[in-house]
């Protein structure tokens, strides 16, 4: 199983360090980093060698390691699920992360290489998808649904039954009230407060958020 192996971390930025962090203070053992970048090779996050680039984790078996999306994002981008479905494609298979003081209560469903970061909470009934992230303090409150690499940003607070599209970005500090539905790929921008339903592809900001 891909929960109990090490794992390599993808990604030498900002949410690596971040995804390195929690899966620190969870006690994974974490082999190493890769990223594409080769100014990175050889340095360290957080005591974490980057091991090189893509090759690094291909010359390992995947049979014995697990991988974790440290890509992370401001909006939009399908930068995040390329990687992670570049390496899927390969047989390779990704860690749940959850940082220890992190809230998840019963029946949430976590998908595959989904990250709840330091702080945030899931409260009853909410299914958090593939490669999604519920990033730092984050509130996510009963019955939503994340979807697959969608991004709900630090300090951004979800009400209950919301519906976040595929590859979507929820702002950091926005707030999206109760049963509202925001489309695959849209933004809502930093502290907006969305009232109304946000199409696919949509932008949003302000109070009460618009189309931008």
Known sequence: MSATRPVIVLGAGGH???????????????????????????????????????????????????????????????????????FKQAGYGFRAVMHPSAMVGPEVDIGEGAQIMAGAVIQPGCRIGTDAIVNTRASVDHDCVIGAHAHVAPG?????????????????????????????GALVSAGAAVVADVAAGGRVAGVPARKM
Do not use: Y
């Open 16 to 86: 690596a360090k971040v995804a390195i962090a929690a899966l620190q203070a969870a006690g994974v053992e974490i082999v190493g980093a890769a990223d594409s970048d080769a100014a990175t090779h050889g340095k360290s996050i957080l005591g974490v060698k980057v091991l090189g680039g893509d090759e690094a984790v291909m010359k390992r078996n995947k049979d014995e390691i697990a991988l974790v999306n440290g890509v992370g994002s401001t909006q939009p981008s399908p930068r995040r699920r390329d990687v992670f479905e570049r």
């Open 156 to 184: 951004a607070v979800l009400g209950g039954g919301v519906r976040v599209g595929e590859g979507a970005h929820i702002g950091a500090g926005s707030t999206v009230i109760q049963n509202i539905s925001v489309g695959a």
